[in-house]
């Protein structure tokens, strides 16, 4: 078994993507993001369903106007 490597993926980088999903997908980038989750949790994958999951809330967040593209991230 290997270890687990460190992300190199960012809070802005989540950002980034989540606006990028918006941008092309509009609200069913929310429907990419659970059936992800889902098909992570299947195979076992928990620490990418979690990424997927922090990955959604972002979405939903920026679909819903509660963050902006520019407003820094803030971690909660």
Known sequence: MTAARPSRITPHDIRLIAFTLVDRHGPQALGYADQAVWELEGKGEAE?????????????????????????????
Not at 48 to 72: H, K, Q, V, Y
């Open 48 to 76: 990418s369903a979690d990424a997927w999951r922090a990955l959604r809330s972002e979405i939903e967040d920026a679909l819903s106007g509660r963050i902006a593209r520019s407003e820094p991230v803030r971690l909660h």
